[in-house]
């Protein structure tokens, strides 16, 4: 398969090191939570075992939708990448459900006061966790992968939950006795920041499903391409669907009414190859060829 082999690689290595630097967060989170008396830092680990568990999700999907075209997906594997994406929303709800319920049950209760030193791993936390949203972001750009932007906004609501418990962490040592729960309330707004985040992964993944039209840069690229080739006059539709890291095309070019039928065939198949040379993401070209 030469379309987009060298994409699905890299997509598959950057979950793999995001799904190790999560592994190693979750500990230490949940250690230093449970030592340091903050419930926001343990609330903090289980989502991030949460992003365990979906970036191993994701790297799964990623090798099933790499796979070629067959008898029966014409197409490929592609729509996997979306449907993994709404597994990932899934968890991030069911994560700030965990956090919110948990952080209401501390509420109504006395607790103790959070140790100072737990700022200090949090704010190593966040400033690791931007940076992989940030790292984590770049390749999905680059490789047109709907499951590496969620997951990158999984690394975005990993740093911003650790962000409040920072924030809660710090007002109530600031503060003193009997703002103990402000460490609760940093995790329950938490828990509502996961939610939001849910929606940043979600709406993508269900436009590329339905294949919504939001490929106009794309689109007008294609067409600069396809008008420079011998024999087209202009180019009239042009659609995009996405299939995982992969565009289908369809687009409709004119050409002279006076050319055979034969003729305006080898047009069509040529604007078709010199897509598919031009633009290494597009695997499939169908061409319509209309008189003018």
């Known amino acids: 398969m030469k379309i987009g082999t060298s994409n699905d690689k890299r ?42 568990f979906s970036s191993f999700i994701i790297y799964l999907g990623l090798r099933f939708s790499a796979k070629p075209s067959d008898k029966d997906h014409p197409f490929g594997h592609g729509k996997v990448e979306p449907i993994i994406s709404f597994l990932v929303v899934l968890f991030l709800i069911i994560s700030a459900g965990f956090i919110a319920f948990n952080a209401i049950q501390n509420l109504k209760s006395p607790q103790q006061m959070p140790k100072t030193y737990t700022l200090i791993v949090l704010a190593g936390i966040i400033i690791y966790k931007e940076a992989f949203f940030q790292f984590v972001r770049k390749k999905s750009k680059e490789t047109s992968s709907t ?16 962000l409040a418990a920072f924030i809660g962490i ?10 103990e729960q402000l460490d609760d309330w940093a995790a329950l707004v938490a828990s509502i920041i996961i939610v939001v985040n849910a929606y940043f992964v979600f709406r993508p993944a269900l436009g590329e499903l339905l294949d919504e039209q939001k490929y106009d840069d794309l689109i007008d690229e294609i ?70």
């Open 11 to 52: 997509a598959r290595h950057t979950i793999i090191l995001s799904l190790i630097g999560n592994v190693v967060l979750v500990f230490v989170k949940l250690i230093t939570g449970i030592i340091g008396n903050s419930f926001a830092l343990i609330a903090d680990s289980i989502e991030s075992a949460g992003d365990v």
């Open 147 to 162: 499951s590496l932007k969620a997951d990158a906004w999984h690394h975005r609501s990993d740093a911003i939950t650790s």
């Open 170 to 179: 710090s007002l109530a040592l600031l503060l003193g006795s009997g703002y």
């Open 223 to 292: 067409r600069e391409v396809a008008d420079d080739v011998d024999g087209v006059i202009d180019t009239e539709k042009c659609f995009i669907r996405k299939f995982g890291m992969r565009y289908v095309v369809d687009i409709h070019v004119r050409v002279s009414s006076e050319l055979t039928v034969t003729e305006g065939h080898s047009i069509g198949h040529l604007v078709q190859s010199t897509l598919q040379d031009n633009f290494q993401q597009i695997e499939h070209v169908f061409t319509h060829v209309e008189p003018k």
